[in-house]
């Protein structure tokens, strides 16, 4: 692996050691860092890569007549992602049903990224900007609903949504409605119930970017006469934007797929990307085609990682 | 770190050696949620000791899923009749011919040629029931015995109509509102179908699983439902009632199934018969408030349940156990359906 | 020039009155961010302490209130159901997030505060591969696969559901860990080794300790995740292996007691407790 060190100008990661004894500890790093990396990476491989691949081969076959497939080779699922054959008239016709659903799933997820942001960014500012001691305290509060279990949290967000529950009865006594509000099985609800379970994703990197925020140069905006807005637009989130990027990316992916929050908070009647598989695997019996409709939804995430990763890494060499 | 992994070890160890050999021998019972009577269960471990594990699914298909891969473990399933046929042909299931069992002959003649298994050879009924819809007849007050309140929903129940999002049993309904012969492969019926669930589908509030929660904490005033999860609304909120729909209704019937690689072949075997016995059946269906298919079990059955409207159709009403639909057909329900919840 | 030299001046006045009047004006301030931070605090315990009040609830009926017990707590200890599976759930918890967190911790030595490396950004992504596949897909996919090593070796066993917790866990152990390791300050490094210490000295008395913070919370949040899992475990589990979650998911959708509620409860208390011991190691750390 010398190359390695002829492959990209090198760049001292701070410690001070001979130049010339560089390759040889190199050789050595490479053999320690593959070994460390070993667990992980087999584990992954060979549990997470290895059925990926299953599944990747099932997209490319037939369906079996209940259930499963027949390893037959057939394109048919992938080209109905975009198209599909018309009910009643058998031409090939832009498959509607699957872009509207598309659409919504990245909307809902988008809206749950928003949401959480809306909400994890001040507080994780807020935290971060307390004094130590309190920091933690406050980590402490924020961490602990989370070890409730989820379900039993989305059932309990029902209770304070629905038609009889706790925010309608406390809005019909104040009087500011007269019939009780709809909240369950709609969009908000949804994305609420979303938003609060992955809240703990957004505000961990975020508060991680922020308790190492120099501050210094927030001062310095100040003293250059910025608005606190301003300090917050041009200093601030630039420089926690790392944590942004990071806790909107773990935001997103799984509100994208969701499947267990949004059957129980959205009522069903809509289906997202991640009911849409789910449903191929079940009373639709179409395994090839929930496995290409996952495989494309895996791509589209795949591609915004390896954006980032890439990001990360050049940030990281940077320093 | 070294601790660590020290821990992980003698941890995996504990696990491996972990297991209770206490019984004479186990059960592995692979059943839907919320389905199985406990007391049932204890009734047959303490008879014959063996230890039983009961598992839970929530649809037909996640239990093929799981069953189809291979090696899940499970002794005993409980499919619903029209899989149990597909689950023949694909040598899933042992022959074990309940027919020839000690209690076979408590179980209703007319269960006994059904479609799935002519002869029971494979498999033992559980609990059957009706897919009508359930009422609060406090919102409601006009004719309840109509598809119409889930199709034209009148004004009074618009947006607070449930749909169980179980896709055949919806197109089921709505093949009996319109008068299409079921599985119908003719384009116009399926069209038909497909224009009558996407106007219907304005009208309601969800297409929910978890009727008999929203339907007691009034969420909803009208859901297609089941009749054993109507009588529990029932029993919970009395304004509920069960309707049999006039332009027909499709039962359904789970059965004890076992499976070919059961590990405790001859305890399931015990457990089949166990549960055409009379007095077990009852218990079966005190806990999940659905019929049986035993002879004599209603004598046993608690005092709110025995004359229960829910579990005692109306004379006129026949029995009717809708077939899987061939494969074209099933392919087409799923596009409907697919275009419905888009 | 001599305009320039007086403003220069009177912003490093400023700037020292600034300092001497902190209190008043405090750059780390931003309006309104407190109020949301408690807003939030809020939003995340509203529906907890319903839950934890409906678990007193005597009635059954899990909306009308009507007088405190602890019946809720009685039933739900004597459901074996409730028991078993919540003990289940612990028990693959507790070994799937030891586990990926061991892995987490060196996969994170490896892939920060390194020179570029060949494959570095492919081991980065295998790390997050488990992020990026919908948890319905991994569930089959790993339910096929497994099926296939079962019928092969013809061993069963909790592993397999451990394993399947194990993949998925190793990604949320990791984000902290490496978050952790990329904040921490070379100097303490850089002065062991100026000192002669070898690298595992090094590591182990200056830079492991450094990590304990990141490592904990990559496990923490491993175990909350492994806890929650409902899609893959369903797929995966064996006979006899119902979860915590899978037990919910069923009562859910035929009609929830209030003794789901008083589990849950137990298990905040639990959780509580275990964030608690936690939070008062890493702060006698600290001092």
């Known amino acids: 692996m010398a190359a390695t060190s002829s492959d990209a100008p090198v760049q001292e990661t701070g410690l001070s050691r001979p130049e010339l004894a560089s390759r040889a500890n190199d050789r050595a790093a490479m053999r320690r860092r593959l070994m460390l990396l070993a667990p992980a990476v087999l584990i992954i491989t060979i549990c997470g890569l290895a059925p990926l691949s299953i599944v990747l081969a099932y997209s490319w076959m037939q369906p079996a007549e209940y259930a499963g497939v027949i390893p037959q080779f057939s394109p048919d699922a992938w080209i109905n992602l975009a198209f599909e054959r018309d009910l009643f008239s058998d031409e090939l016709l832009p498959n509607f049903a699957y872009y509207s659903i598309y659409a919504r799933s990245i909307m809902m997820a988008g809206m749950t990224t928003l949401l959480a942001l809306a909400v994890g960014f001040p507080t994780s500012y807020f935290i971060a900007t307390r004094a130590p001691h309190r920091r933690n305290l406050w980590l402490f509060l924020i961490t602990i609903p989370f070890w409730t279990n989820l379900l039993i949290r989305t059932f309990a967000i029902m209770l304070i949504l629905r038609d009889e529950g706790v925010l309608n009865v406390i809005l019909l006594k104040l009087g500011i409605i007269d019939t009780p509000l709809q909240l369950l099985f709609t969009n908000w609800a949804v994305s609420y119930g979303l938003a609060y379970a992955y809240l703990p994703l957004m505000v961990m990197p975020l508060y991680a970017s922020m308790e190492k925020l120099d501050f210094r140069l927030v001062e310095a905006g100040y003293d250059l006469y910025a608005s606190r807005f301003q300090v917050l637009r041009r200093v601030i989130i630039p420089l926690v934007k790392p944590g942004i990027v990071a806790g909107s990316i773990l935001c997103f992916i799984p509100a994208i797929g969701d499947y267990v929050i949004t059957s129980q908070l959205g009522g069903g009647k809509r289906m997202m990307l991640g009911t849409l598989i789910a449903m191929q695997f079940g009373p639709a019996r179409n395994w090839p085609q929930g496995s290409a409709i996952a495989l494309g939804l895996m791509i589209i995430v795949l591609i915004a990682l390896f954006i980032y990763a890439k990001k990360v890494v050049a940030r990281s060499n940077m320093r | 770190m070294s601790h660590f992994l020290k821990a992980a070890l003698v941890g995996f160890g504990v696990i491996a050696g972990a297991g209770s050999a206490l019984a004479d021998g186990e059960l592995h019972i692979y059943n839907w949620g919320n389905y199985t009577s406990p007391d049932a269960i204890a009734k047959f471990e303490k008879q014959y000791n063996v230890k039983v594990t009961l598992d839970s699914y929530d649809s037909n298909d996640q239990m093929l899923a799981k069953i189809k891969a291979g090696g899940s473990g499970y002794d005993i399933v409980v499919p619903s009749g029209y899989v149990i046929g597909q689950m023949i042909e694909d040598g899933l299931l042992a022959k074990t011919e309940p027919n020839q069992m000690e209690n076979f002959k408590n179980m209703r003649p007319e269960f006994v040629d059904v479609f799935w298994d002519k002869g029971r050879h494979y498999s033992v009924p559980w609990q059957w029931g009706t897919t009508g819809i359930a009422v609060n007849t406090d919102v409601y007050k006009g004719d309840i015995n109509t598809w119409g309140l889930v199709f034209d929903t009148p004004p009074e129940l618009k947006g607070k109509v449930n749909v169980v999002p179980e896709m055949i049993d919806v197109i089921n309904a709505a093949s009996f509102y319109l008068n299409i012969p079921l599985c119908s492969d003719k384009k116009e019926d399926l069209k038909k179908i497909n224009d009558l669930l996407v106007k219907a589908k304005k009208d309601w509030r969800a297409m929910e699983y978890s009727t008999i929660e929203n339907m007691t904490a009034k969420n909803f005033s009208a859901t297609m439902d089941w009749n054993g999860a109507a009588m529990r609304e029932r029993l919970a909120l009395p304004s509920i009632k069960y309707a049999y729909p006039k332009e027909g209704m499709a039962s359904f019937m789970d059965n004890v199934v076992v499976l070919k690689n059961a590990p405790n072949m001859e305890n399931a075997k015990l457990f089949m018969n166990f549960i055409m016995d009379p007095q077990n059946a009852a218990l079966l269906s005190a806990f999940a408030r659905y019929d049986n298919g035993i002879k004599g079990s209603h004598e046993f059955l608690p005092k709110d349940m025995a004359g229960a409207p829910e579990i005692n159709p109306p004379a006129d009403f026949k029995t009717y156990f809708p077939p899987a639909c061939p494969q074209k057909v099933a392919e087409t329900y799923g596009k409907i359906w697919n275009n419905l919840l888009k | ?287």
């Open chain 3, 1 to 287: 020039m001599s305009e320039v030299t007086a403003a220069g001046e009177t912003l490093t006045a400023t700037n020292i009155m600034r300092r001497g009047r902190r209190p008043r004006f405090d750059v780390k301030h931003q309006p309104g961010f407190g109020f949301m931070a408690v807003l939030c605090v809020l939003m995340l315990y509203g529906p907890i302490v319903l839950l934890v009040t409906y678990s007193f609830n005597q009635n059954p009926s899990i909306t009308i209130w009507t007088s405190f017990s602890f019946d809720w707590y009685v039933k739900a200890y004597h459901n074996e159901q409730i028991r078993d599976a919540a003990f289940l759930s612990l028990k693959i918890a507790f070994f799937a997030s030891l586990a990926s967190t061991c892995a987490a911790t060196m996969a994170a030595i490896a892939t920060t505060r390194v020179k570029p490396y060949r494959g570095l950004t492919l081991a980065y992504t295998i790390i997050n591969q488990p992020l990026m596949v919908p948890e319905i897909v991994t569930g089959i996919a790993t339910l096929v696969f497994f099926a296939l090593i079962k019928q092969m070796t013809g061993i069963y066993g909790l592993g397999y559901l451990i394993t399947a917790h194990i993949v998925f866990c190793i990604p949320f152990a990791y984000m902290p860990i490496r978050a952790r390791l990329e904040d921490m300050d070379l100097t303490y490094e850089t002065a062991a080794a100026d000192l002669y210490a070898t690298p595992w000295q090094t590591f182990k008395r200056i830079t492991f300790p450094m990590m304990i913070p990141g490592i904990l919370g990559g496990a923490m949040l491993a175990f909350v995740i492994s806890l929650d899992d409902v899609v893959i475990t369903v797929l995966v589990s064996g006979p006899g292996e119902e979860t915590f979650p899978l037990y919910m998911i069923g009562a859910i959708r035929r009609g929830v007691t209030p003794e789901l509620n008083a589990v849950a409860t137990a298990f905040l208390c639990l959780s509580a407790l275990l964030v608690t011991v936690f939070f008062l190691v890493t702060r006698k750390k600290k001092e």
